[in-house]
């Protein structure tokens, strides 16, 4: 006799509404997290095709570029001929900054640097985070508490004071301000992990994979870990926004990103002397470091609220 | 139980209270010391014979108010020298009672028109009048020095009245300042150079080819141009053409591409062996002959990407860290340093840099420099002096140690109500000459706070400039000037016919801020802490004291 166990269609047959398809609902109900997402989109497409959008070279004076006119001066005002500039001289949105480079194109190529320093450091502390998190979380003991009082201890710096003292001692330089500022994000994210962990691992769902036989890396990484994702997400996105502000911190100092790189706290620092005489090139590198951050915020607060099951009826 | 506790804690605060007070008292004015019944009696030291390398051979005190300097070689420059504010003249007995050290470093006690109040570390300076002053008393009765590192923090403060001066107004602000009814500029003669410094003991820059190559290959007009305020040039030479042999010989290199990628062609880099990446040293500091470190260190950084293809990494350094490594020769790659003048004669540029006592900062001295610079300095008829100094100018364009860049412009900026405001090509600006009617206080704001107020052994314009009001040397500049005048302690001088041999006559009845009266041997013990490297009070902050061989060459009993 043969008999055949019919196939459960769970997708179909039950009314069931994932975790995503929610949190997306309730994310696009919220204004400030549509007005974040909207920048950072933005953003994102200025990223991918700065070197489309820019009109010169972000590291090249414009002495530099043959048949330039060589009345320019440094530190120029913006020359917008829509906005009345002479149409002979050359259209410089954002005007240029001390070393005579068009302001814009330096801005434009300094919001793909600060997604990836934003994306990068992140990742870094993340996956370092969440190993060390899980561990401690998980087994508990000895392991918890030597991981945890690590952690304990690089919280006890300011994070900014601890990644200028890494800096300090590995050199000033893009890659290791990234570093410095990756190392002291990843206690955060330890302890949200290392908390996620600590309730999950008592829920029913681990005890029967447990008493199915399963061993610790199935238990930890396919049952326990993808349930501790959501706090980990808004932490990330939230920790994105520090990051930038962090390194462009790390950069105004001269600790960060070295010239000639457009990187937004550089800029704004090497022309700090200028706030009076040259506002345009202190205000717009602000203004984009500003907005980058709030977008972040905006967008990790809204994923806050969205993921949030306790907020389920609220919204 | 909480009894208890209370009167342990009461008795621990009186405890505590007591304690302070059989301390002793914190602030107690150093004691007027008696003039000495006793007779003079004069100072002398001397070395024994000249072979220890040094260009004094013997200081003394003829008289009570007669001070005798014997050189080993004739030297046109002593009063020049003697004028400078490191050899400032202090009491030999608070020179002996600090140790040389400690108090010294803090509260100089010097004969000048001013004197210290208090220095608030990382606040301010106050000075206030000496009432015994024997010259023209100061026109205001407080001054106070205070200090911000941001050009448009002090144009800020300017503007809003808070300080009646300021210093190093930025290159962009020069419009500002003149164009404001209650403000006015004061210009500097440019008596300074801005170089691009190549260390020849580190690849690539040991071959001479490439030193020659990178002085064609800056378009050095394009950086005076865009980057420096009016009133800047092009350096043609080392030392600027207003100083007498400064501009003797050939000038500087043209910009020239071309013939500088044929000598990169010629020194074995091209297509096969790529030039290597080099760094660029500076520090952020802005100085008179570097107004704006970073934008100038970009554009030569951008230079050389466009016209040689080399790539150059732009390290900046903390300011002491760079002074000492630039001084010894530790630096590699190329890096932009300066020198303002101290006083003005040829020697305090070419042998401050190139001579055989000089520092190791360009790497190995070379012989065709090192010699023409020892004749010269020799002479005292400047055109006698010409020949050597066309011939170490040159030599210096031949073996390119460094490229001189600019000789920057620079101003300071006074309310327009201030009377007797200048600005001193050498720095050296005196407030006692300066004042507003009707206000008591004068503020005076510059780049950065002195390091300490023992000038002798500083070398920090910053610091000098406080020094300068109270403690006077021998001679003295002409206020906003440059010619050596009899405006010090000295009121005439004479040299032998050789010139190895300075007379100096002293003031009669000059008092110092303590209240002893001022005679030969301060001038001596002055000097000779200085001089001789074995003397218990040759201490200082640092112990270099480096004015001192800038001025004079080796000290006594130097250690091997």
Known sequence: MQTTIPKLDTDKSLDSVSLWSVTRKRLFRRKSAIFGMTILGILIVIALTAHWLAPYDPTKSMLDIKGYPTSVEKRQPPCIHAFGCPADQPQHILGLDGVIRDEFSRLLYGARLSLVIGLATVTFAIVIGTVLGSLAGYFGGWVDNAIMRVMDVLLAFPSLLLAIAIVTVLGPGLINALLAIGIVSIPAYARVVRGSVLSIRETDYVSATRSLGGNTYEILFKRILPNALTPLIVQGTLGIATAILDSAALSFLGLGAQPPTPEWGAMLGAERNQVFTAPHLVFYPGLAIMLTVLAFNLLGDGLRDALDPRLAHVS | ?560
């Open chain 2, 1 to 560: 139980m909480k009894r208890n506790l209370l009167h342990v804690l009461s008795l621990l605060v009186l405890a505590s209270m007591l304690l302070a007070a059989c301390g002793p008292a914190a602030t107690e004015a150093p004691a007027a010391t008696e003039a000495p019944a006793a007779p003079f009696e004069a100072m002398k030291v001397e070395a024994p014979s000249c072979d220890y390398g040094g260009g004094m051979k013997s200081i003394e005190a003829v008289d009570q108010y007669t001070v005798k300097f014997t050189l080993c070689a004739p030297d046109p420059a002593v009063p020049a020298k003697v004028a400078f504010s490191s050899l400032g003249i202090q009491p030999s007995e608070y020179l002996e009672s600090t140790g040389g050290t400690g108090e010294l470093l803090e509260h100089p006690i010097g004969t000048g028109p001013y004197m210290i109040e208090t220095w608030e570390r990382g606040n301010q300076i106050v000075f206030t009048r000496n009432d015994n002053y024997w010259g023209e008393p100061a026109k205001s009765k407080t001054l106070v020095f205070r200090w911000g590192t941001e050009s448009a923090q002090r144009l800020l403060e300017l503007q809003s009245g808070s300080v009646d001066g300021i210093d190093n107004v930025g290159p962009d602000d020069f419009d500002t300042v003149k164009n404001d009814a209650n403000l006015k500029l004061f210009p500097r003669q440019a008596l300074n150079v801005m170089y691009i410094g190549m260390t020849n003991t580190f690849a690539p820059f040991d071959n001479e080819l490439v030193r020659q190559a990178f002085a064609q290959a800056v378009d050095r007009q394009r950086i005076v141009d865009r980057f420096y305020p009016p009133g800047s040039e092009v350096a043609s030479h080392f030392t600027p053409c207003a100083i007498p042999n400064g501009c003797a010989g050939e000038s500087w290199y043209d910009f020239n591409v071309d013939a500088a990628k044929a000598l990169l062609e010629q020194a074995g880099y091209g297509a096969s062996n790529p030039f290597p990446t080099i760094k660029l040293h500076y520090r952020d500091v802005v100085r008179g002959y570097l107004p704006d470190p970073s934008v100038v260190a970009q554009d030569i950084q951008a230079q050389l990407k466009e016209n040689l293809g080399v790539t150059v990494e732009i390290d900046v350094m903390e300011s002491g860290a760079f002074i000492d490594a630039a001084n010894s020769g530790s630096l590699d790659g190329l890096w932009l340093l300066g020198w303002g003048a101290d006083f003005p004669d040829v020697v305090n540029f070419l042998d401050a840099h190139f001579s055989a006592a000089a520092f190791d900062s360009f790497g190995k001295p070379f012989a065709d420099i090192t010699d023409n610079l020892a004749q010269g300095a020799q002479l005292a008829d400047e055109a006698a002096r010409e020949p050597f100094y066309e011939a170490a100018n040159n030599a210096i364009k031949l073996h390119v140690p460094m490229i001189p860049v600019a000789h920057g412009g620079n101003a300071a900026a006074y309310k327009a109500t201030v009377e007797g405001a200048h600005a001193s090509p050498l720095s050296t600006e005196i407030f006692a000459v300066m004042g507003i009617p009707g206000q008591d206080t004068f503020v005076w704001m510059q780049n950065a706070e002195p390091i300490s107020l023992y000038c002798a052994d500083e070398t920090d314009g910053e610091s000098l400039r406080a020094c300068e009001q109270v403690t006077e040397p021998l001679l003295s500049y002409a206020i906003g000037g440059t010619a050596t005048e009899t405006g010090g302690v000295a009121e005439s001088y004479e040299s032998s016919a050789d010139l190895t041999e300075w007379t100096f006559h002293l003031r009669q009845g000059v008092t110092f801020h303590d209240g002893s009266a001022l005679d030969a041997n301060d001038v001596v013990m002055s000097y000779v802490v200085q001089w001789d490297a074995a003397n218990p009070l040759h201490k200082g902050n640092t112990g270099a004291f480096e004015y001192w061989t800038y001025l004079f060459g080796q000290f006594l009993n130097a250690p091997q």
